[in-house]
């Protein structure tokens, strides 16, 4: 049921064995048959090949964003980017699960909760469940759990900054939500495990991409809730002309330059097609942004992300949009939020400011996330 694939590095403070004591725990409740954690993790990690730098990448990456960013480019690049091991992976609960023994397994790993939690009883259509995703303050990796058709996976293995594009959506109960482009899944997840809404349409373009993101929603969503779903094969930048309006809420999280992948090609020449791809985006971005603000009803909101720090595809995009699309306001992304993470995440400051980026440093390495929110006045 899982894979073996555990990472701890230098600095993690509990030993390696008793983190994988820990974790074997917890398998009884899962199969215990299927358990194939069975290496020590020192083990693993030496066994583990280090991931290759992409020169041209990196050159042009140096160039943009010292500009762009200047000192917190230095420790972005130095303290995270360039640190693979210092990589940290959150834990989102899957809230349709029992989850009593991970959670207790977790806690005693060293695991805490990113959010503060509410009773049940006081979730309201006002007030979203806040989802449950543990962080370390170390960069250890617990296993993924593979897909196996008829059981749901307990936990959803993520960079915890993807929270932020949903906490932002702020979706109530019973509201129709569209992700426009989502797969793999998680944040369609990340949706599901804040509220019940009353239709969640996934659209993902690519066949293989769209494959994915059927087995994600298959593995972590119970028979009895998949009739809220629609997943959907289609180009997003047409769906704001197919359903004009149908939507209170619409998530553009946007394909975009990956700073964190596109930085490890180990081939120079795949390098070079993605930095010529990066000039391409900006206009892919804009389109699916439009898209999305035409699906949203009049008053709705339309969230924007991307997991890049690159302005042309954040603050551009953003700008660009506001400027030509009549009927549209930004929204400022709701302070209450942005004080809650700011323990754990560091928010780059920009003025104007057109969103906020999570921007990696040393000691909060989670991102880079763009949000922008915008509300569709008529
Ligand atoms: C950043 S990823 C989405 C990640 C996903 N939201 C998640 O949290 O798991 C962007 C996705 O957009 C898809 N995409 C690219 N062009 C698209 C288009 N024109 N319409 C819809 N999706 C598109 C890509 O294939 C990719 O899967």
Sequence with gaps: MFSTKLCCIKGFSSSPLLFLKSFKRVLPSLSHSQCTVTNTLEAQCKSKPQKQVCKTVLKHFDAQYSEELGEQ????????????????????LNRFCDLTNLKQCLTELGYTNLLPQTHPESHSQTSPIPPQCFIHRDPVRIPTQNHHPGWLKQYYLLNAASLLPVLSLNVKEGEHVL?????PGGKSLTVLQTATPGLLHCNEVDQHRHDWLLKTLESYVPPTLRHLLSVT????????????????????????????????????????????????????????????????????????????????????????V????????????????????????????????????????KGKTWGPMYVSRLRRIY
């Design 73 to 92: 480019w230095r420790s972005a690049r130095w303290d995270v980017l360039l640190n693979a091991l210092s990589w940290q992976y959150g834990v989102l």
């Design 179 to 183: 992700d426009l482009c989502a797969a």
């Design 233 to 320: 094969h289609l180009d997003g930048r047409s769906i704001g002309s197919m359903k004009p309006g149908a939507y209170d809420k619409v998530l553009v999280d946007a394909p975009c330059s990956n700073d964190r992948s596109w930085l490890y090609t180990p081939d120079t020449h795949q390098g070079e097609m993605w930095l010529k791809e990066r000039t391409q985006l900006p206009l892919l971005q804009k389109e699916l942004l439009c898209s999305a603000l035409a699906a949203v009803r009049p008053g709705g909101v339309v969230v924007y992300s991307t997991c890049t720090m690159s302005q042309a595809e954040n603050q551009s995009v953003v700008e660009a």
């Design 322 to 361: 506001l400027a030509s699309y009549q009927g549209v306001e930004l929204l400022e992304l709701e302070q209450h939020l942005i004080d809650s993470l700011s323990d754990h995440f560091c928010f780059a400051h920009f003025h104007p400011s057109v969103g906020q980026l999570v921007i990696p440093q």
